[in-house]
């Protein structure tokens, strides 16, 4: 089976925002870390962890086709935030713009009646909802608990609760 060029380079420039997303995401851990947020950095440790994972999924998918994927190079990522909420907008920002790509590169795949990748893509469009809506109740609770130093002290508890739900999901 065969796909086109315009899939593939579609497919290699999605392996190179996953990267991206997982280094950006590795950044947000250490500086979470560094700045006190425990909760917040193994919560993006495990998301960076998740994107990599992300990352390979598409490699698999392009050599077991006979495609060979490209590892990219990273940007370096942002490593300074003002607050706990601007790291989750961020998040929220960047997971938004990966969703564009891959409704992007399942419209090339009905197009071109690509119908495994079509499949194949169907995972990560039902993970972007999944990410997207867990980013958006996160960034919600600043404006339900609030954002003094104990609201933040909460939502920091609430991440480290999530950090630890999705390690055991992926286990
Ligand atoms: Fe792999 Fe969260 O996008």
């Known amino acids: 089976m065969k796909i086109s060029k315009t899939m593939q380079s579609a497919l290699n420039n999605q392996i190179s925002l996953e990267a991206n997303a997982s280094n950006s995401y590795l950044a947000m851990a250490s500086w979470c870390e560094f700045t006190g947020y425990e909760g917040g950095a193994s919560f993006f440790y495990a998301q960076s962890d998740e994107e990599r994972t992300h990352m390979l999924k598409i490699v698999h998918y392009l050599n077991n086709l006979g495609v060979a994927a ?5 940007k370096i990522p942002a490593s300074n935030y003002k607050s706990l909420e601007s790291v989750l907008k961020t998040a929220l ?11 992007k590169m399942v419209e090339i795949a009905q197009k071109e009646r690509d119908h495994s990748t079509y499949a194949f893509l169907e995972w990560f469009v039902n993970e972007q909802v999944q990410e997207e809506a867990k980013f958006e109740t996160l960034i919600q609770k600043f404006e339900l608990i609030g954002r003094d130093k104990l609201a933040i002290n909460e939502i920091d508890k609430i991440l480290a609760a999530d ?3 999705s390690a055991d999901t992926a286990a």
């Not at 490209?70 to 990273?74: L, Q, R, S, Y």
């Not at 920002?93 to 409704?103: G, K, N, P, W």
Request: proline share 5%; no cysteine; hydrophobic share 45%.
């Open 70 to 74: 490209v590892i990219p190079a990273t």
């Open 163 to 165: 950090a630890t739900v």
């Open 93 to 103: 920002s960047s997971e938004q713009a990966v969703t564009s790509a891959i409704h």
